[in-house]
Structure formats: structure tokens, C-alpha cells
């Protein structure tokens, strides 16, 4: 517990709210003292059926940049539609019997695009005939939640995972009850399934080998909160996958130290949030220092990381894994890292296998 | 003005003859100032208001650029080229509004037409948005471009406030008090820029060179300090400064000079001074980082991110000192700078502690309510984002009410 939590608690007195345990695999986080053993699985594969939330950088920020910033509400911000794409990945979680579990990360921005990239990858199909276990939202963010339409009007009773510090708009949308004109962004199929709102305290454990943490951090924006999965790979370590990664890569594999049994890195896929929109700044250096000095074995990023990172770590000596030429074969192109010598991303249509 | 130098004569408290003002006119005054400051914001930084400059570095470089100028034209120039019987005769609401709206108007030029048009374009390109842009490259987007050239902006004039106040605390106008007021202003304002340019050659424009991709290893060296700060980011550097800077501050504010004014030797005062005060903003800020250990139970480390971030940690002391300099300006200028006993050393330690624990409470109340009234997004930590934005612009109208505005209307001097 935090010691400022710890001093709010006594100002509570004895009753302590904080006393409320969540029984079942929603258990509360464990202090430095007592990690949690969150089992073991025997793989975990990761496809990418969308990491371009937007196809030009310097479109994304002019939109922000004329709304008044990154403090401004996403919500308020009129995006402009031809860039937009969204974040969408899919993963299998093969457990130490054979057996499966499908988990969607995230439900992409752009219906449009959101629904183009789930039937050229299957997970149209998949959602329509109730083989995803799991959605899990990793933050309220516009490119990984604002296109849910395209995944509940296939699987409207999808067993959820949210943070618990969606802002109004967020929950509405989620409740089917949410029209913005102005940012454009909608939908009117009501979440019907199992939903499940995770606070900072909760380590959510829903198979063996795979826990979802979720970090209560203020994001640009006017957002709040974001989980990432975590899975405990035998014989391997643990793999972190992350949406936008606001907590920061090293923070968060920092906190799988102190927190998961048996804990050793192994691996990292989804966007890091370092150099989202490819400027640099020096501390972007000290990610590449501290993540050298983590020792993982295996990095598949995208998304907001930055290419502009991932080209320098990798020159640095990081293992970052070279996607392939899939992404070429989809209807919209990304302007970022064409040209590039290589392809320091994995991106649409690719696969990583931690195992 | 010519007793602003720390020396045995300036005891006398500066603000001292508040002491005799009336409670309820300081109570009434703040109340003035608290509203004026949530209608600045909404004007000037809200996401949902007119001008929408909290980006955040646009804002943030805009209030430390103004709070530079006024520091020039009240502190250096005393209100030169403002003629001294206007000063004195105007009425204190026309006063106010014609040197506040002077200040701000020079501030603007200062940041979008000299950084951005003049220096920017055809010296280092890093002061200026379009600048950056001039070049094209990964990376330079108006968005990106324009925060980090407000960002160097901040670098630069953090380091001019705080040589011109050292100056001007340690040695007043020497060598120059003899001349006119411009002709001493000159003085301090050259002395002030050539010890800031100095020092930003040293300690930011190390971040400035590892800001671009690839690095410019031929423009500056790594930035020296990142074993000791566990981050290249040169907020480091503002984690000592700002603290030093609040000293400087309250030498004058609630100290009456002490414990300065106790050496009786010119020269060995100043170099007490400027040592000591170096000294304790390097220890303040390691002390806060260690506090802010204890308090969160987390302790930040090289790569870490929000909490866990060094740079945001080193910000953060700065963060703290300028809530507490906040405190101080209003116990100064609203509370009479409560106690005026006969101890000078008693009142000192007294609104000291006040200033701190009063700059705490203000950060609680900040984080609190920011989300319902300045529209901040709740919690501590945000990436990019800085407190700074509203404690300076605070700290110019608390300023401005009580120097330029002589306390109008409540409080009549």
C-alpha cells in the first residue's frame, strides 16, 4: 500500500474502506512483502490486427495542436476522420494443458477501419461466433476504445475489463448511450456481458499464467488510468502487453518485479509511449539505458512507442523484433518508417510468439 | 530601491509596513486576487477558454517570460522609463493596469517576436517554433517543435531570473548605485544575462544538443549530471534552481535580510550568500526527492515513469517551491507578514514555517480541485504537465496586486 493511502486509511478510522477485500481471481495488489502467484502458462501469442491509430503523425498533432493541446479533452477535439485508424490486438493464451484463451486488446477508433481490420484478420468472425473470452480495454483513450461499436454489434455480450476511472462520456459509451457529433464518436449497442472495473489496488487473474494490473496515472487528453495484461510464461519469465503503456515501460515491468511471484523479464509487445509522435527528448535515452539494464529478451513494439525509439534502442543493442511486409498488403499505409532501412515495427498483420 | 542589496541596513522589512494594514482589506484583497486568477486561466490556459495556451510549455514559457519582465522593470529598473511622479501620483487601478499590461505586452514580444522571429530564425533555431520547423526533419511538427522551443525558452529565462536575483540580493546595484536609475538597471541587467548565459551553456544546453535525433554530439557535451540525476533531461537543473531562487526570495520577503544581514563584511556576506544559497536549493532538492520517496513509497530510478520518473521528481521540487513562494506572497502581502514581534530571527523562523506548510496545503488544494476548476485531470504525475503553469501566473497577480496595483482596492497604501 501506499504510505499516502496508508495515511488516508487512518483518517478513515477502523472501519477502513480499504478493508474490503474482492475475493475470486479479483484479488487486492500485494504489498513489497507479499507477492502474488498469478500460475503459469505455456505461450502466448500476440497478433497485431491494428496498430495505426492514426496514418500521419503530424495530422494527429495539428488536430491536437488547434484544439488547444494536450490538455484539452479528446472528446473536444473535431479528429479528422481520413487519419484515423485505431488499436486493436489479438491474443492467444495456450495454457500449460493445450488449452486456449482468445483476448482482445482494445476495440480500435474509426468504425470504418475497426471493422476492416477485424474481418481481414478473422477476429470479425471469431467475435461473431463468441470464441474471444475476454475484451480487455486498456485506457478510455479515442484510438483504443471510441470504435467498441465494431466489437459489441458482433459480440454484444463480451466479458469486459475496464478501468474503474472512465469519465462520464466513456461509461455512456459503453452503455450504448453516447453520440458526439463534434469528435465523432458513437454507439448505441449496450454493453450486455459480464463487465468488470479494475482499480489501481486489483490484480485481476482470470487464467492461470495471465493477470491484468491496472495503474491509476493521469494521461494527456483528460484520461485516466490504464491496464496492461501480464503473463507469466514457464520456463521463459514474464511478457508484458501493453495499449499505450502511459505508465511507462520500466514502471511497469518495475512493478511485475516487486508484485508477481517468480517474476523474471522476458518480454514486452504493444505500444510503449516513449517518442509517440517521433520528436526526442533525452530522457527517451534513460528508457533505452533502464530497459538495457532489465535484460528483456524480446521486444515487439509499435503504435506510440516511436519508431524514432525503436530504431535508436535497437542500434543500442536492444532485442527489438523486425516486423514483416504484411502491413503493405491493408487499404491505408502509415507515412511513419517508409523508406526506413528496416522495419523496427510490428505492424498490421503481424505475429510475435512468446514460448 | 537602492537598499535592495542584503546588507546590515536593510533590515527593515520591505513589506513590514503591511503589518499595520487591516486584516479584513487582506482577506477582501485575496478573495479579489483568487477570482482574477480563475478568470486569467480560463482566459488565458484553460483547454476550454479563449487563448488555450496550457499546451502546457506555451503557457508555462508565457508566465515565466512575463514574471521575467516584471522582475526587470520593477526589481532592475525600478519602473524606468516610467517617469517617478506619474508613479507616484497616478491613481493605484490606472497605475496597475497601464504597468501590468506593459509587462505582459513586452513579455509577448520577448517570446514571439524576439525568441520566435529574431533569435529563433537567425541563431539557435532551438528558441523558436518555426525555427525548429525552418529545418524539417523527423520529428519537427508545429506541435512537437513549439514545446521544446518553449521549453528551451523556460530553460533560459529560469536561469535570468534567478542570476538577476542573485545579483541584485547579494549586491544590490554595486557597481553601479551611484548612476540612474536606467543606467544601474542596465548594469544589474547585463551582469544578470551574461551569468545566465553562462549557466545555460552548462547546465541545459546539454539537453538541448541530446533533444534532437540524432544527438548533435558536436554542439554540447552528454548531459555530465545524469549519473547523479538518474536522467539527461535537464530538469535536474530546476530542481535546485527554483528552491535557491524561493531563498533568494524570502531573504527580502520574510527574512528582513536575515541571516545575511548578520555578517558585517560586504564581501564576505556576498560570498555567503550566493555559496549558501546554492548549497541549500541542492539540498532542498535532494531532501524533497527523499520525502517524496517516503511519501509516495516509491522511489524513482533512470527510465521511470510518472511518480517513478527523475525528471518529473527534480520538476516536481521546483513545483513545490513555487506553491510554497505562493504562501509567502500572501502572508506577506494579505496577513501583514505575520508576527512582527522584536525578533527579527523569531518572525523569520515563524513565516517561514507558515510558507511552507501554507505552499503544502495550497499543493493539496491544487491537486484536489484543480480537475473541477482549471480543468486538470486528476492526479499527480502527468506526463508533460507542470503546476507551474497556474503558480506562476498566480505569482504575477499576487505580485502585480501588491506592487504594481499597490494593493487596490482593499488594501490602501
Known amino acids: ?355 | 530601491m537602492s537598499d535592495y542589496a542584503t546588507t546590515p541596513d536593510s533590515l527593515g522589512s520591505a513589506v513590514s509596513s503591511h503589518a499595520s494594514l487591516r486584516p479584513l482589506g487582506g482577506v477582501l484583497n485575496l478573495i479579489l486576487v483568487l477570482i482574477a486568477a480563475q478568470a486569467c486561466w480560463y482566459f488565458v490556459f484553460s483547454p476550454e477558454g479563449v487563448l488555450r495556451l496550457y499546451t502546457p510549455n506555451v503557457g508555462v514559457a508565457f508566465v515565466i517570460t512575463v514574471l521575467m519582465v516584471i522582475h526587470w522593470g520593477v526589481d532592475v529598473f525600478d519602473y524606468w522609463p516610467f517617469r517617478r511622479s506619474w508613479l507616484d501620483s497616478a491613481s493605484s487601478p490606472s497605475r496597475g493596469l497601464v504597468l501590468l499590461v506593459a509587462y505582459i505586452l513586452t513579455g509577448w514580444l520577448i517570446m514571439f517576436v524576439f525568441y520566435y522571429r529574431l533569435l529563433g530564425m537567425y541563431g539557435p533555431l532551438f528558441f523558436s517554433g518555426p525555427g525548429l520547423l525552418s529545418g524539417g526533419g523527423l520529428g519537427q511538427y508545429p506541435q512537437t517543435a513549439t514545446e521544446n522551443a518553449c521549453f528551451a525558452q523556460v530553460m533560459m529565462n529560469t536561469s535570468i531570473i534567478f542570476f538577476t536575483m542573485l545579483w541584485i540580493t547579494v549586491l544590490g546595484f554595486k557597481p553601479w548605485e551611484g548612476l540612474s536609475r536606467f543606467a544601474k538597471g542596465l548594469g544589474v541587467f547585463f551582469a544578470g544575462l551574461l551569468l545566465a548565459v553562462l549557466a545555460f551553456c552548462v547546465l541545459f544546453f546539454p539537453h538541448i544538443a541530446y533533444q534532437f535525433y540524432p544527438a548533435q554530439i558536436f554542439m554540447a557535451a552528454e548531459p555530465w549530471w545524469i549519473d547523479q540525476a538518474m536522467t539527461m533531461s535537464s530538469q535536474f537543473h530546476f530542481g535546485w534552481i527554483v528552491p535557491a531562487l524561493v531563498l533568494l526570495y524570502w531573504t527580502r520577503l520574510l527574512w528582513e535580510g536575515r541571516p545575511w544581514s548578520l555578517i558585517p563584511s560586504a564581501g564576505l556576506r556576498a560570498v555567503v550568500m550566493v555559496l549558501a544559497v546554492l548549497a541549500a536549493g541542492y539540498l532542498i532538492m535532494l531532501g524533497s526527492n527523499a520525502l517524496m520517496d517516503w511519501w509516495w513509497d516509491l522511489e524513482a530510478f533512470m527510465g521511470g515513469a510518472t511518480l517513478e520518473n527523475p525528471a518529473w521528481r527534480w520538476n516536481h521540487v521546483a513545483e513545490m517551491a513555487m506553491f510554497c513562494q505562493v504562501a509567502a506572497l500572501v502572508l506577506a502581502g494579505y496577513f501583514g507578514n505575520w508576527p512582527n514581534t522584536a525578533s527579527v530571527g523569531l518572525n523569520a523562523l515563524v513565516r517561514t514555517v507558515i510558507a511552507v506548510a501554507g505552499g503544502l496545503g495550497l499543493c493539496w488544494l491544487y491537486y484536489e480541485l484543480g480537475p473541477v476548476l482549471l480543468g486538470t485531470v486528476p492526479g499527480v504525475g502527468q506526463e508533460g504537465d507542470t503546476s507551474l503553469a497556474w503558480t506562476v501566473m498566480l505569482l504575477i497577480l499576487l505580485y502585480a496586486h501588491q506592487n504594481l496595483f499597490r494593493g487596490w482596492p482593499f488594501q490602501k497604501r
Open chain 1, 1 to 355: 500500500m501506499e504510505r499516502r493511502n496508508f495515511l488516508k486509511g487512518l483518517g478513515a478510522g477502523l472501519a477502513g474502506v480499504s478493508a474490503a477485500g474482492i475475493v475470486g481471481p479479483l484479488a487486492k495488489s500485494a504489498g513489497a512483502a507479499d507477492k502474488q502467484e498469478i500460475g503459469e502458462c505455456k505461450s502466448v501469442t500476440v497478433h497485431c490486427i491494428s496498430e495505426t491509430s492514426w496514418f500521419d503523425s503530424p495530422q494527429m498533432l495539428k488536430d491536437i495542436k488547434d484544439a488547444g493541446g494536450a490538455m484539452v479533452s479528446m472528446y473536444d477535439i473535431p479528429w479528422t476522420q481520413s487519419n484515423i485508424g485505431g488499436y486493436v490486438a489479438l491474443i492467444e493464451l495456450e495454457q500449460l494443458d493445450g488449452s486456449k484463451k482468445l483476448i482482445q486488446l482494445d476495440s480500435g477508433w474509426n468504425q470504418d477501419w475497426t471493422d476492416y481490420v477485424m474481418e481481414k484478420s478473422g477476429l470479425g468472425k471469431q467475435l461473431e461466433e463468441k470464441k474471444i473470452d475476454l475484451l480487455v480495454i486498456s485506457h478510455e483513450h479515442e484510438d483504443h476504445y471510441w470504435g467498441l461499436k465494431s466489437t459489441l454489434k458482433r459480440y454484444p455480450g463480451i466479458p469486459m475489463v475496464v478501468p474503474n476511472t472512465f469519465y462520464p462520456e466513456g461509461k455512456a459509451l459503453l452503455q450504448g448511450k453516447y453520440k458526439n457529433d463534434y469528435s465523432h464518436v458513437e454507439n448505441d449497442v449496450p454493453h450486455t456481458g459480464e463487465l468488470i472495473e479494475l482499480g489501481p489496488d486489483d490484480l485481476y487473474n482470470p487464467y492461470p499464467g495471465m493477470a491484468i494490473k491496472m495503474f491509476d496515472i493521469p494521461i494527456m487528453l483528460k484520461c485516466r488510468g490504464e491496464q496492461n495484461l501480464f503473463f507469466k510464461v514457464k520456463d521463459k519469465g514474464v511478457v508484458a502487453v501493453t495499449g499505450c503503456c502511459h505508465q511507462g515501460v520500466l514502471t511497469m515491468m518495475h512493478w511485475a518485479r516487486r508484485n508477481i511471484a517468480g517474476f523474471k523479464p522476458y518480454g514486452l509487445y504493444g505500444g510503449l509511449h516513449i517518442a509517440a509522435f517521433e520528436n526526442w527528448d533525452p530522457k527517451f535515452d534513460d528508457i533505452i539505458r533502464g530497459v538495457k539494464q532489465m535484460g528483456l529478451e524480446k521486444i515487439g513494439c509499435n503504435h506510440c512507442t516511436g519508431w524514432i525509439w525503436a530504431s535508436k534502442a535497437r542500434a543500442q543493442g536492444l532485442p527489438i523484433v523486425l516486423g514483416t511486409e504484411k502491413y503493405r498488403d491493408y487499404e491505408k499505409l502509415p507515412t511513419t518508417g517508409q523508406g526506413a532501412p528496416e522495419n523496427v515495427y510490428l505492424r498490421n498483420g503481424d505475429v510475435i510468439m512468446f514460448g
